[in-house]
């Protein structure tokens, strides 16, 4: 009696789930070797404020109109720094106006000593922003940016972003 197997009931069907669990492990690993996840950085929604002039003149003198003139940023309010990437999006240029620094730390020392002085006027910065450089990357400069303080005690808060030219 033990060996003997049940009787079926005419017209009963039996699905073979070996078969379907095969299927379905089939389709699973299909769908997880084939998705490709959009990169993070693009996701990212960002609320930029409305465009206004990133270089202030502090003089109603039209530019060129002094030949004298061999200082052509005095009288501008806005540092320009200079940020681009390499091929795998790392920071690989650092450009205070025109000096290149080292690193980020040379950065903050630069960029510190430059908003400490009462007669270089900035209160503004605009960065220059190569196209390859990382999300990641930028925000460790803007991180530096907005932790400065200008003469009058106040923190740097005016940022403004350009696409660096060429890149």
């Known amino acids: 009696m033990i060996g003997r197997k049940k009787k079926r009931a005419k ?7 070996t078969a379907m669990l095969d299927l379905a492990f089939q389709l699973l690993a ?12 693009g996701d990212v929604l960002l609320r930029m404020a ?10 109603a003198q039209a530019p060129g109109a002094d030949a004298k003139n061999t200082n052509p940023v005095q009288g501008l309010t ?30 903050e020392s630069k960029l510190q000593a430059i ?9 503004q910065v ?16 803007i991180d530096v940016c907005t932790r400065q303080k200008l003469p009058s005690g106040k923190k740097l808060s005016k940022l403004s972003f350009v696409e660096l030219p060429g890149s």
């Open 11 to 17: 017209g009963e069907v039996e699905l073979n789930v």
């Open 30 to 41: 299909f769908f997880i070797l084939t998705f490709k996840p959009a990169p993070v950085e």
């Open 50 to 59: 409305p465009p206004r002039p990133t270089t202030i003149v502090n003089n």
């Open 78 to 107: 806005s540092l320009v720094i200079t940020v681009a990437g390499d091929e795998s999006g790392n920071l690989q240029t650092l450009a205070v106006g025109e000096n290149k620094v080292g690193g980020i730390e040379q950065f």
């Open 115 to 123: 908003l400490a002085d009462e007669g270089a006027g900035f209160d």
């Open 126 to 141: 605009l960065l220059q922003v190569g196209s390859s450089l990382r999300y990641r990357e930028l925000m460790r400069v």
